[in-house]
Every structure is written in structure tokens, then in C-alpha cells.
């Protein structure tokens, strides 16, 4: 589990790690872009012309450069303009995209953030097919064998070994052993999550953090829940009893079915209790109060279980990357609850139940790296999960790791190919409007004391921006960026020994960081299409990936990049002030700077949309509630944002002058602002992914992020000409920000 930052998207995509985008060489995007006008310029014709006067061309003050033509085409084609914008303006503003747009059979939603992505995973594959390589075959060849190698190093798997099965146990076996060596040479973290971070107390130090651990399934409903929950169940269980079967032959154990559906029926129930002593997400947002400081010798003293040695167990961990701690090193703990269950779960099984369930937890998410055959045992396990029925093209899994795991590497050739210098100044100058207005509307808070008013500003104008890339990452002979990945021993013919290298290599250098003074780049690629925001370093990134249309273009008009990338500037930096963020000062310590009546009433402000969101009915996802207390942080954001965004739109133009229209689109730019704010969010899920992202996502399902915000917002019933009473205009409304 670990740490995580506030972050703009809506969440990675369930079937495969998050995109990272590249480039097409110069001459193609010549090509690309006059394909792209033609196309445009002759479907807002049609469309205009299709449309009658309710879309008409006024060519008395029209905008017809490509980047405006582009644009409008865009729109128009993403939009269902027979949608009553003030019933229901999602579908008003998305239906168009959702009526083209099939969800593919390898994912399990589809969205602008997925298209993205997509895209430049193809234009990566493009600059990789020149040197065809033997991999894939040989990945089929080895089979399960650098698996094979990869157990012996964690004490095997007993449900498919002799040894364990003839001893009925392992006399040599340590659970902090086992534990330390999955977390530091596997980079995984099964029983205790044991992580190095910032110290929430104090910004400029890291410190290890001691929590409940992440689950096997997504979410601690699938254990317990019917429905969906219940049929990924009994396929992730069978999942279990296959792969072991499939491990036992490979390794020539006698067949012994009813033993491992036995064993691994006592994994399953083990992992049932662990994830009912874990923490419900919803009753972990107040940080607060999950911080517990404490030394190791008092961590050891409040957890013993089963003797557990808690010291024994870090300092294995830690001496990995060659750092010392002693008894009176402090930790912080924030899975209390969760370890004070623990002791009682873990004396109620044998080790080798333990094992084979650390081991699993292993295997699991490894099977993306092995053949064929070891993805086809998984293939109903998916399908109940997330709704697919193909994996992914071994390709894109390729490009895709690649991507995420050298990403300054990549992040740098990005860069240099696609990024236009005067976009850092562009966006930075967005940056400052926006932070501008989000300290001139604290005058409007009637629910705010003048006291925590004054250190709200001072937070504001002291958050950090982050805009494209690290900056060392372009320098000529590049000493720095050749020493990130000096300690990596990739062989080109060993691809599952190469991922387990690069989980070694992020073990590490998330654990040396205990030592180190914190850095001010906090997340690592460029080429990512997201958005970030740090409590601890009171930061916001804004990588280069996300600097492209619909965000953001220095050719579209100013309206579509104030609703764009200017509401992804305002979410950002309202996440400095939400449920979570609020929590935080300006230079990022975990510190009460609220008077008493401020604080009262942001809670109050902030009931108000845990009822508004908790009120929305997600039929896909089997007509469950939204939860209003796990997204609230978000719908903060998205709320704060896309209101700051319009006032500093609002003034932009007070200052520059109207803008030009959109050829094919009779609406005015406040409206565009409206509709391309909204355009970010077009996508749509699977049922099964439905089920979990309404468990699992902080973030609200996509349409309700634009409904929440926009019912919330008198400035869009003014533009929309909305009366009161209609869906887009309720009675009662919420407001923090």
C-alpha cells in the first residue's frame, strides 16, 4: 500500500500499469495534423450545416486557424446536442464520444485519460519495432522456470513442494525472514506494510511507516459481499488451486488434488481474516489520528505475536540497502487497529499456511511475465474482476513497463521530441491566475475566521510548482540520470529476471530515501498523463504528458485551456485544502493551523457533499451509492478547481478581450469553458469494474464528477441559462472552496 499522493486522474487502469506517453517523429506529425485539419474543417461543415441554426456559422468573428478547427471538431463530435444541457449535461456533453466509443475486450473502462495513454503507447511501439526481439518466444520457452528459481530464494511454496509436504513444516522458516526478503528483494509487502516516507510531523526527514497491508483482491468487500463480489471470489479461489496445481507438475510433486484444494482453502480463509481486521478505507481518512509515533523497542513491546521480532524483521529489511537502526529507532504506526487483530489471526495457523499464502500473494503478480498458459489460468479470474476477455498484446505490456519503470529515461527522450519550452511558461503563468483567485475568493468564505483565512493564504502562495520534467534530466552526459539506473543488471535474454532486477532496484531506492534528505520532484515521469498533488512537500506537479489537448494547446482558445489544464491547476492546489491536505501547513508538517470555529465549519461545508455525492445511485455498478466519505477529498478538488478556473478565465478576459468562436459551434466561450471541462470526463465502465471502482477509487465515477461539480456552481446555470428546480440547477447546493 504505502503512501500516496492526491492525484488528478481517475484512476490507473485496472488491466495494466498507468500510461506514459512518447512521439511521433516530425515528418509524421506534419502528416498526422493536415489529415487531422482536413477531417475537421470538412465534419464542421457537415455538422454546421446538419445542424441548422442552433449550431451556425457566424463568420463575422470565427476562428478557422487549424488549432481552433481541430478543436471545434472535436467538441461538436464529442457532444449529443439533443441533451438538455440543464437535465443532464454529461450526456449533453459526452453522449457523442460514449455512442462512438466501445469499450476494448483487454480493458475494463474507457476514457479521454485511456485514449491518451493508448495512443502513445503506440507511437512507442512504432520507435521499438525496428529491432524485432526473440522475448516473447522466449518467454514461452522458459516457461515457469525463472519462477521456479524465483521461489527458492523465499523458502518455496508448500503446497507444491516435497520438502515442506513430508515435514508437515520447515524447521528453518521465519516469518520476519520470509517477510524481509519479500519487501526488500521483491519490492512486496504481504502481512505488514513496512514503507519509508516523509515524516508527516516533519517534512524534511523520512521515516518508516508500519501499516495494514493491501489485500490479494481490491477492496476487503470481495471477502465478505455477494453479488459480483462473491462470483470474483469463488474465481479468485480457483485461480489459487490452479496455479498451485500447475506448480506442483512443473516441479514433479505427486498429483494430489484434494490436498491443494485443502491448502488453499486454508489460504483463503486466512486471507478472509486478515482482511477483516483491516481498517475500512472510509474510516481511515483522518490522518490525524492514524499517525502513532512510537521506538521500536515500544512497536515491539504493544505487537509481539507469535515472538515475533519486530526489530529482527526492519533491520533485515533495512540492511538490504546497508542502513542501520537500533531499538530506539522511531517508526510511525498507522495500521493500530490492524495489528492489534494480527496476533490472534497469525496463532490460529501453521506456517506452512502462512507461507503458502505469502507465496501466493507472490505468484499472483507475477503471472503477467510468465507464458501463455499461466495467463489463461488466470483468464476467469479477470473476466469476474474486471470484465475482460482478452489480455492485454504482449507489446503493449512491454511498453507499458518500460515506460513506468525508466521512466526519467524515457521521460527524457519524450521531452526532447515533443515538448515546447514555452508551455513550462504558459502553464506556470495559469498556475499563478488561478492560485491568484483561489486567495481572492477566501474573502467570499462566510464559514471562515479571518485568523485561518490569513494562514490558508500563506499556504497558497507558498505551494510549489513542478511544470513538465526535472530539469537535470536533459543535461548532456547526463551523469545523474546514468547513476539512477547504474545498479541495474538487465540481461537481454532474461525478461523475468529483469523485472524481478527492477523490483529489487525500486525496493531499494524507496528504503535508502530513511537516510536522505526528501527531494523536491516527487514524481518521477514526464511522460505521464496525470496530475499531482504533495501534502508533505506542499507541491503540485503538473508532468508533461498531461500538456496536450483537450488540457491544454497554445493553439486552442483560452476558454478550452482554462477548463482543461486551468481546472486540473485548481483541483491541485485545492487538494492543499481538503479533507486530507487541510491537515497540512505550508511547508508540509502535519500541523493544526485552524481556529476552532474554521475547522467546525469545514466539517460541517464538507457534510454537506459526503450527502450530495453519497446520494448518487450508480446503476452499473448494481445500483450501489457512490461513497460520499471516500471520494470527498476529491470532490473537494474537483469542485474548488473548476470554480477557480472559471474566475480566472473570467478575468483573463477581462484583461485580453473576447475571443473568436469556434467555427460550427454558436456558443459563447463561457459555455465552451463548461463543455470542455466536462469533455475530460467522457469514458465509461464495465459492470465488474464498476463494482470495484465504487469500492476501491477515491474518485467519483466520471459522470458524477461533472454533475457534482457543475449543480454546485451558480456561474454554470447563469451561462446555461439553467432555471431553478431543473437537475442542473437544484434548490440546495454545497460549497467548501
Known amino acids: 500500500m504505502g503512501k500516496s499522493e492526491s492525484q488528478m486522474d481517475i484512476v490507473e487502469k485496472s488491466t495494466k500499469s498507468g500510461k506514459k506517453p512518447w512521439s511521433f517523429v516530425a515528418i509524421g506529425l506534419a502528416v498526422l495534423l493536415l489529415l487531422m485539419t482536413c477531417a475537421a474543417v470538412a465534419l464542421v461543415i457537415l455538422y454546421a450545416s446538419s445542424r441548422g441554426s442552433h449550431y451556425g456559422t457566424n463568420l463575422g468573428n470565427v476562428c478557422t486557424t487549424p488549432g481552433c478547427v481541430t478543436a471545434a471538431a472535436r467538441i461538436i463530435q464529442n457532444m449529443d446536442p439533443t441533451a438538455d444541457p440543464c437535465q443532464d449535461f454529461y450526456q449533453y456533453a459526452c453522449g457523442g464520444w460514449l455512442n462512438r466509443h466501445v469499450i476494448p475486450e483487454t480493458s475494463s473502462r474507457y476514457s479521454i485519460f485511456d485514449i491518451l495513454r493508448d495512443e502513445l503507447e503506440i507511437i512507442l511501439k512504432g520507435r521499438d519495432e525496428a529491432a524485432p526481439s526473440p522475448e516473447t518466444c522466449l518467454i514461452e520457452q522458459r516457461d515457469s522456470l525463472p519462477l521456479l528459481e524465483a521461489l527458492r530464494m523465499v523458502g518455496d511454496w508448500p503446497v507444491a513442494s516435497a520438502d515442506w509436504s513430508k515435514t508437515k513444516g520447515n524447521p528453518s522458516w521465519s516469518m520476519e525472514e520470509t517477510l524481509s526478503i519479500m519487501n526488500s528483494r521483491f519490492n512486496k509487502r504481504v502481512l505488514i506494510d513496512m514503507f519509508v516516507w516523509n515524516d508527516d510531523r516533519d517534512s524534511s526527514r523520512h521515516i518508516i511507516y508500519i501499516d495494514q497491508p493491501s489485500l490479494g483482491m481490491p477492496s476487503r468487500d470481495y471477502y465478505f459481499n455477494g453479488g459480483n463480489y462473491q462470483r470474483v471470489r469463488e474465481a479468485y479461489l480457483q485461480f489459487m488451486i490452479t496455479l498451485a496445481k500447475m506448480i506442483r507438475e512443473d516441479k514433479n510433486v505427486s498429483r494430489d488434488d484434494s490436498f491443494v484444494q485443502e491448502e488453499m482453502a486454508k489460504v483463503m480463509e486466512l486471507e478472509t481474516e486478515i482482511a477483516n481486521a483491516t481498517t475500512p478505507a472510509e474510516e481511515r481518512h483522518d490522518v490525524t489520528l492514524l499517525y502513532n509515533k512510537m521506538t521500536l523497542a515500544e512497536l515491539q513491546e504493544k505487537f509481539a505475536f507469535n515472538e515475533f521480532n519486530w526489530t529482527f524483521f526492519i533491520q533485515r529489511v533495512m540492511s538490504s540497502v546497508s542502513v542501520q537502526v537500533d531499538p530506539e529507532e522511531e517508526v510511525v504506526v498507522y495500521g493500530m487497529p490492524y495489528l492489534q487483530e494480527l496476533k490472534a489471526i497469525i496463532s490460529k495457523y501453521s506456517a506452512s499456511t502462512i507461507q503458502n499464502y505469502l507465496i501466493w500473494r507472490l505468484v ?279 470554480r477557480q478556473a472559471y474566475k480566472a478565465y473570467l478575468k483573463w478576459l477581462e484583461q485580453e478581450g473576447k475571443e473568436p468562436k469556434l467555427p460550427g459551434l454558436n456558443m459563447s466561450h463561457k459555455q465552451l469553458f463548461f463543455l470542455n471541462f466536462a469533455q475530460v470526463w467522457c469514458g465509461s465502465y464495465r459492470p465488474e469494474y464498476a463494482s470495484q471502482s465504487i469500492k476501491t477509487d477515491v474518485h467519483s465515477p466520471l459522470k458524477y464528477r461533472v454533475m457534482g461539480s457543475l449543480q454546485n456552481f451558480e456561474a454554470f446555470s447563469e451561462v446555461f441559462h439553467c432555471k431553478k428546480g431543473t437537475a442542473m440547477h437544484p434548490a440546495g447546493t454545497c460549497r467548501v472552496w
Open 364 to 642: 499472483i503478480d507475477r503471472v503477467s511475465s510468465l507464458s501463455r498458459r499461466f495467463k489463461d489460468a488466470r483468464a476467469s479470474y479477470r473476466k469476474a474482476l474486471y470484465g475482460t476477455t482478452l489480455e492485454e498484446a504482449r507489446w503493449r505490456e512491454c511498453v507499458s513497463y518500460v515506460n513506468n519503470n525508466l521512466e526519467n529515461a524515457v521521460g527524457a527522450m519524450y521531452v526532447r521530441e515533443t515538448f515546447a519550452g514555452e508551455s513550462k511558461r504558459m502553464v506556470r503563468d495559469l498556475i499563478e491566475k488561478i492560485r491568484e483567485v483561489f486567495v481572492e475568493t477566501l474573502d467570499e468564505l462566510q464559514w471562515m475566521d479571518e485568523a485561518s483565512k490569513e494562514k490558508a493564504r500563506e499556504k497558497a502562495m507558498a505551494i510549489k510548482e513542478q511544470i513538465g520534467y526535472p530539469d537535470y534530466i536533459l543535461e548532456d552526459h547526463n551523469e545523474k540520470l546514468d547513476l539512477e539506473y547504474a545498479n541495474l543488471n538487465f540481461s537481454e535474454h532474461s525478461y523475468f529476471e529483469n523485472i524481478l532486477e527492477n523490483l529489487r532496484a525500486g525496493a531499494q531506492k524507496s528504503l535508502k530515501k530513511l537516510r536522505e534528505r526528501p527531494k523536491f520532484w516527487v514524481h518521477g515521469g514526464a511522460a505521464v498523463v496525470n496530475a499531482f498533488y504533495s501534502p508533505n512537500r506542499n507541491q503540485i506537479v503538473f508532468p508533461a504528458g498531461i500538456l496536450q489537448t483537450p488540457f491544454f494547446s497554445k493553439h486552442q482558445p483560452q476558454a478550452l485551456n482554462f477548463g482543461g489544464i486551468g481546472m486540473v491547476i485548481g483541483h491541485e492546489i485545492t487538494h492543499g485544502f481538503d479533507d486530507n491536505g487541510r491537515n497540512f501547513d505550508k511547508d508540509g508538517n502535519m500541523l493544526d493551523w485552524w481556529s476552532n470555529f474554521s475547522a467546525l465549519h469545514f466539517k460541517e461545508q464538507s457534510l454537506c457533499m459526503v450527502h450530495q455525492y453519497g446520494n448518487y445511485t450508480w446503476e452499473l455498478a448494481g445500483g450501489q451509492n457512490v461513497s460520499g466519505i471516500s471520494t470527498l477529498g476529491e470532490n473537494i478538488a474537483d469542485n474548488g478547481g473548476v
